[in-house]
């Protein structure tokens, strides 16, 4: 049997955040995510790195330790982030009084945010006329009263776990995912192992740790009660439209009919429009969206950006918050603070610790604080270095321009595997000096090349071809993956040496995977689309139909 | 004849759509002696195809197993719109019969029900059974070396990286097991497609399409071709899907020069031989008697008393200045053909509020239920492979493909409909879009130009 000094189990933002923390720290850890790393509330999170300031008249204390972390995380991983300059458009109130009011308060806040922003490096807000509003961005409506602007950061979730992820395992770690904890094992009231199973073989396994951390976001309290302990939570669920195009340039700020904060926003080559934020106690691996909750998010920016419905939405990102658990308050003002749970001291079950609430900007602070409690718990003192050493490519950032001449590929197809993977982006092209096919763009949206497919299926943990949607955002563009699913998943089994039958069964899942995050948003032109792709992946491909015929055989 | 610009026009009987649906009813009813202008507007099913089409249901039974039995099951069939003709198979026959007096030699002249169907393989590794299909695709099927070993060489080219025939061999050996063929061998080779040393990738397989049709002559690469698959004597060579589009000899060059008959592999989205279908299809129209305007969009209809008396539309581009002052094409005839397919042909539309026909508000139904007012989200499944009523469904006809209104009446006496824009089955999954779309054509034709005399 295996051991390990903490077994961290959830491969989302925070699991791949403690376990490279604690593996820096000299611990021997093993991180284990039940479906594919950061497929869970990080996933269907906004991407940003921003300060919260909508929490500011909440809990000013979230807002400040995010713009802090912030700026560390600009300074680990430069590569993938990007600035969003965001617009808060102030609507033309009937009564100057309301006006007045809205447009000095507004200020305000944005100005006690100010205080902040040098954290986080933003440019300070600055207000801005109507005729200014419209010239940054055309598309919000003529009829308004001003705005004001301020920065925020965007980044790529996905790939910021899996660089904490990659950097746990270059310090020592062993990274399972598709791996789910199904049991504790205990001697007495302590916990010292686990039961893990493989999702995709079937294969259980039993390992040994001194600690096991629940870093399972919205499944916190499932895994606690697994433990035999409550930790209660207020999920809440988000949903973003995705659309087919970066609909602005700028991020537009917005009220919804209730009230609510909104956002129009670009994010990487699409726009996101989000988000709601409605209690939720269904299963958080399952979330249904409701066709109010796209009528309610398109209606908003609508009444900002007139257009908005010339673009088309794509998918439906959907997510549980796991918001700390208190009665009463409305949802929006749920505190995203994070607490974490030593269970030796509350619930007298030694060897176990939970990490709730709390968010992606502030994941590193969070971890930080998290691994420190696990080295108490371990009579250990290293000190933690995840604030001063760079994630793994996040040292230099290579010139698009050279490595595209010394590839042979599109300048902008270089930019992209850049900004995912830094300064390994030669290393993630070098395939293509031995098999110049692998030059070839399989997702053009993006554009992902053959060769970014093999290095992640050979070097990031993708068990199954739909694991590539986070790795190198294949199937994430305006055709979602109509015509570049069959190819990746090729690349995939190649690789994998896959027969027939799991090939097109590899297929089926990504061909599936994709359309979960798209039918409930099907709509217009989509539709025609939509017809296409069936034709040309069930049609030619015969996927679905021929795992049947399969099954029919001797 | 192809007529550009006309602000106005007069026919007896109006086609909207070029498709394979839309081409038949025009010669249907040119044929019967009526005066066809037809209306087309880009491309739908017909040219994003994989250049095979099957007439009536499905994909299992063995090869042998040919039309008859099929048919006689499409009589039984609950599929709209089969279930309303009084003789499908009548109506097919003949609608096949008069296409195919006008296409090349190469295809079949007529439906012969003992006929085994057409086996090709796809690009995907699938093993499709089709009645009709292109003259490259055609020249790929199998049946004729059922029995025997079959010896298969596949070319790939390293070119097409994407196409990955090493990988797709498994998959077509697991496919023709299937089907009960059990002695096939299959080589791959590939090869670079153009010899000057360059590095260069087609997305399309329209491209290297293109770069065969300008590659003249075809000997050199014949040449290393035949080279390369010497020692492995092949029956049958199968190259991608990208045998010429424009030189539709390039494959009976292919096996003259190489030896063995060669064909090209169905579907995949980037194929050309759908395309090429539909290129014959315009030739076709070019040579009968009929008129086609290409540069018009048809979007509104008028109705006098109880007919249908006008259509209404938008000219494309630019040239729509040469129009009417109002920038309105006005289209009036004595009876009118709907064959705009399904979404993609841009028959019916979704507009988040629901389906509905473009042209005509015709309702949309599913089982005989109106979907107006229901949002695309509760008409599709989860399951990605699921039948959907999203895209089973389609206007309702009667027996004369007559479109029906609300009361489940004919919605015009002079309006009919044929093709895919007619619900009822899946496109896909059901396997006899191809043929419904010959039947339906045929006696919409018929019925619009006055019916059979
Ligand atoms: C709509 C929305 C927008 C948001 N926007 C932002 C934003 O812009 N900025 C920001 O800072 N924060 C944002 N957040 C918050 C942020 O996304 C979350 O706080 C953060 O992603 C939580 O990460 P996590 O690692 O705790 O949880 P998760 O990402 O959910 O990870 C938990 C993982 O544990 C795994 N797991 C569960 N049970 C088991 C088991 N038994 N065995 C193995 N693995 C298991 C799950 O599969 C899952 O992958 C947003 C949240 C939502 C919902």
Redesign the pocket.
Known sequence: MKEFDLLV???????CGIARDAAKRGLKVML????DI?????W???????G?IRYLFSDVGVTKL?CIDSGYIQKIAPHMIFRIPFIFVLPNHTSWVHRFIIYEGASAVFETYDNFAKYKGGKPACRLTPAEVRKLEPLIREDIHGGISMDEWGIDCPRLCLANAKDAELNGAEVRTH???VSFIKDGSRIVGAELRNEVSGETEEVKARIVFN?????VP??AALAGCEVKLRPAK???LVLDRRLTDYGVLCTAIDGRQMFVMPHENVSYI??TDDDYYGDPGDIPVLEDEIAYLLQAAESYIPDVRKARVIKVLR????TLFETGKYEDDLTREHQIFDHEERDGIPGFITMGG??????RVMSEEAVDLVMLKLGKVNPCRSHLDPLPGGDTTPSAEALAAEFGIDPYAASRVIYRHGSWAARVLESIKTNPGDAYVVDRYEPTLAAEIRYCVRNEWVKRPSDLIRRCRVGEGADQGMASIQQATQIFAEENKLGPRETIEAADDFLQAKWFERHEALSGVGVAQEELSRMINLGCWRTAQRSRIERRLP | MIADRIPYVTSDVIVVGGGLSGVVAALAASDKGAKVTLFRHGYGRTALGGGMFSFATNHDGSVKDALKSRIAAMAKNELLPYSQMKDPLKSLRQAYKLLAAKLPADFPRDIEEDAPQLLCLSEGGALLRGDMAVPQVRSGDLARFVGGDVKIAVIGFTELPFFRPQLLKEQWLMDMHAAGIEKAEIRVFTLPMLDDGRQTFFRMYSEAARILDAMNPLGPLAERIREEIKGFRPDLVLFPPMLGLARRDAVRDMSELIGPPCAELVGGHQAVAGLRFQQLLDEILKAADVRVVTNCSLTGSVWQGKKLFRLSGLPDGEEGNSFNDDGVIYVEAKSFVLATGRFIGGGLAEDGDGVFETICMLPVTYAGKRLRGLPAIKLVERDYAAKHVMFSCGIDVNEHMQPLNVRREAAFPNLFACGDIIGGYDLVLDGCADGLALASAYISGVNAAGGEK
């Open positions: 189990v959830g491969g989302g933002v925070n699991g284990v995510e039940k479906g950061s497929a869970g509330t990080t269907g999170s906004s991407g940003m790195i921003h919260g995010a791996t789910r904890l870093a399972t976001g919205p499944w499932q895994l988000g949903v973003h989000g988000t997510a549980v918050r796991p709390g968010k992606l900007a502030s994941y």
